[in-house]
Each structure stands twice: as C-alpha cells, then as structure tokens.
C-alpha cells in the first residue's frame, strides 16, 4: 500500500524527535484531553478491560492511560514505525501492558475490545475514509464500549480558517498574525474539516449511538459514542 501523505512527515527523523515534548504545548488542554478521555472509558471498561488506541504512534495517551490503570492492557496501531519506535521509548517498562502494531485500523487483531481512541488523526482523512475507519473500530468493540475521538472540526460559530489560526497561534505561543492566517488557510486545504453535525451523522452511521461533544479547544472538538448492539 502508498504511504498516505498524513502519515510521510511522521516518518520525519526530526519531527519524530520532537514529538514527545512539543505536542502537548500545541494542543489545548494536551493532558487534560487523556484525563478526560480515561474517565469516559473507564465509564464502559472495568478492570482487566482491553484497549484498542488507533495512531498510538508517540505514545503519550498510552503512557497516560497505562500509568492510570495498572490492570488494563492495550493494544496500540500507527502506520508509521519511527513514531511506533517512539511510543516504546516512552512507555519504557510500561511497555508490558501495550501491543505495538505497525499498520491500520484493519491490522488490529479483530477482537472485542472494551473501548477506543482515536487522537488528533481523523482530520486527516477524508469522509469516506473516515466512515470506513469508524465502521471498522465499531466491529471491533463490545456492544456499548465507548469510543473517544478528538481532531480539528469546523466549529458553526465562524470560519473554520479563523479558528484554525488561533490553534496556530496557540501552539506557537503569538497573537493571530497575518502568517497564521496564511497557515490556516493552507491547512484547511489540506484537512477534511467536518461540521459537528456531519461529525455525529459519521459516528451514528458508523453504528454508534448517544455521541456527546466533551472536549473543545479552538478548531479541536472530541466526542465520545457508544458502540450499538448490533445483535
């Protein structure tokens, strides 16, 4: 298979290297986002529950969630190897509650898991894609685990440039200046930026139920939803 073109800058020795240490200062509420994303799992999954983290890759929600919970066990998939290589450094000897898969969401074991995320990707890809992403997560979740998904949308209350913009600015620590504005404008270009409504029809269609907006941060929104019984 073509490596996406998502996933080529992730390849990047360079970015890889960063990874780790900048990302949590460009997304809002970086750490907060896994607290939040654990207590909506832990809702759902109970002791010894098993979880699948699609584009684990980096490792820090999976470090998060295995210092957390010493009793559950995860499997985490990412198409890229250097920021799978990543991960196990970060994990260190919390590495033995963790699957590392090199691939996508059809690599993972086609196993009923008690819950999932899906971080910051799904912006990446396009409607159709992410339909099939959904629909193929939800076949590998229990009826009623919760799935966890956060990435930039385009918020209803003004252009989804502006507010991309002021997630630049976040994550570069300025004001909205005219080259954020241009940055914004390119990376809407290059993201498929979904609506709140079209974010929940996705999940609905993909065979989950009960979505619920719980996290916001500028241009990034998350839900959680329910995997239907599909008995």
Request: charged share 20%; net charge negative; glycine share 6%.
């Amino acid at each position: 298979m073509k490596t996406p073109t998502f996933v080529q800058p992730f390849s990047d020795p360079a970015l890889v290297a960063r990874y780790a240490d900048t990302t949590p200062q460009r997304i809002p509420g970086f750490h907060d986002l896994h607290r939040m994303a654990l207590i909506l799992l832990s809702e759902r999954a109970k002791s010894n529950a098993r979880i699948l983290a699609l584009a684990a890759g980096g490792g820090l929600e999976l470090k998060s969630f295995a210092q957390a919970r010493p009793d559950w066990s995860f499997v985490g998939v990412d198409p890229s190897q250097a920021m799978l290589d990543l991960a196990a450094q970060v994990l260190g000897p919390l590495g033995s509650q963790v699957d590392l898969i090199s691939g996508y969401v059809d690599d993972a074991p086609l196993e009923l898991f008690d819950g999932a995320t899906c971080l910051l990707t799904l912006h990446f890809l396009s409607k159709a894609e992410r339909l099939s992403l959904l629909k193929s997560l939800r076949v590998r979740l229990k009826p009623g685990a919760a799935l966890v998904v956060a990435h930039h949308c385009r918020p209803k209350e003004g252009a989804a440039e502006d507010w991309l913009a002021r997630s630049i600015a976040f994550a570069t620590g300025t004001e909205t200046t005219a080259e954020a504005i241009s940055s914004a404008s390119n990376m809407a270009q290059h993201l498929t930026l979904l609506s709140p409504q079209e974010e929940e029809g996705l999940l609905r269609e993909a065979g989950f139920m009960a979505s619920a907006l719980f996290y916001a941060g500028l241009s990034f929104r998350g839900w959680v939803a329910y995997a239907e019984d599909q008995a």
